[in-house]
């Protein structure tokens, strides 16, 4: 059975932060969710234009439902609104006894108040010393210690001064700095560096919270879940939806969505390397020094984001063998121009080398080629500089000094493998 955890905060109508992205988070990491709301708020990606904060006692009777029927093994918390529900949660959780982490949610990331000015003194007095840890960001910080943050020396002093309130931790998050988040637990201070990725960022603070309490949950140390959930929300939010209008939201799936197309990319390959075995004629196009195949996941970044043939396609008693798996991030030259290419047209996620004597069947059969001088030294290349189509074949020269061969562009390894054999047939059958 899953563990069950707890969220209480606020509603985000535009499903981008609060217990909407607490649920989602809760719910990928295996566990189940529950939540108690304490405000709802008329919000979307331009920001919250109404906030209505619910009375005590409704508060308190989600509280005592969930409670008086589950087993809550960690809870956290994030919009409160008003000091009487920060007051109610405070005396629920400590009556309970129910282990918790306090994002102190002041305002959204989007634009607007979340937490009434009364209510920051029953937090400090009421919920801070009740809390294994808390995640303020640097404004957070110094609206809870009265300092500025602007590097890792001031998030240190306002680290301290909010451990005087009595959590058992404090993450100072440092996504508005260089990335660097900066842990604080009794005489032990820890810097977490990270570097800056694209994406926006509607959702990751209530996404990092959500996802730190669940590693806590899963018995992970303080110091493992805060890396973890630093990862967690990294990858969300370079999967960050473009919808709305305004600053879109994370996207806690991008984890299981990325792992899913490894996978798939992994099969294509593999599909695409048992077809190329199976037709003796293939041997014919692969360069003397061999060849490769690979594919990129979508939105591909890095080498390892590319999926090849370990050692390359060789020749052997008349087909094409694999040299070795199929893995990431194996090789260079390829990938290279597959990362290129995809950031270009994102179509043209996979690639295959030939050798010049599949040039005429690549005419024949009217595929567009273009002539590409091989990669410099930042590994951009001249001929994929305009977005756009980009050819089905590029004539590439001077590669480590090769010799010159074709590289087949499509949007899958199973797709080149057949391309590749429909030119080796097409010139069996030109020379009868």
Known sequence: M?????TIGGSDSGGGAGIQADLKTFSILGLHGT???TAITAQNTLGVQHVYGLEPEIVLAQLRSITDDFSIAYAKTGMLHSAEIV?????????????????????????????????????KERLLPLARVTTPNIFEAEALTGICVRDMDSANLAAQKIMGFGPGAVIVKGGHLDCTDLLAEGDRVCHMPSERVAGQNHGVGCTFSAALTSYLCMGCSLCEAAQNAKEFAKRALLGSFHVGKGVGPVNQAAYLREEASRYRVLCDVQKAVDLLGDEPKISEMIPDLGSNL????PHARIFDDVASVKGGLVKAGGRVCPSGCIKFGTSGDIARIILAAVSRDSRSRAAMNLSLKAMPACRALGLVITELIGPDGTG??????????????FLVREIQGEEPELCLLGSSATLLA???????????????
């Open 418 to 432: 057949r391309r590749a054999v429909s030119l080796a047939r097409f010139s069996e059958y030109r020379k009868i």
């Open 380 to 393: 951009v290349l001249p001929a994929i500089e305009a977005p756009g189509r980009l050819p089905d074949v």
């Open 35 to 37: 939540s108690a709301v």
């Open 2 to 6: 899953p563990e069950v955890v707890l």
């Open 87 to 123: 007051a109610v949660v405070a005396d629920h959780l400590k009556r309970t006894g129910i282990p918790f982490v306090l994002d102190p949610v002041i305002e959204a990331e989007a634009g607007g108040r979340l937490l009434q000015p009364r209510a920051m003194l029953a937090l």
């Open 294 to 297: 690979a594919m990129a996941i």
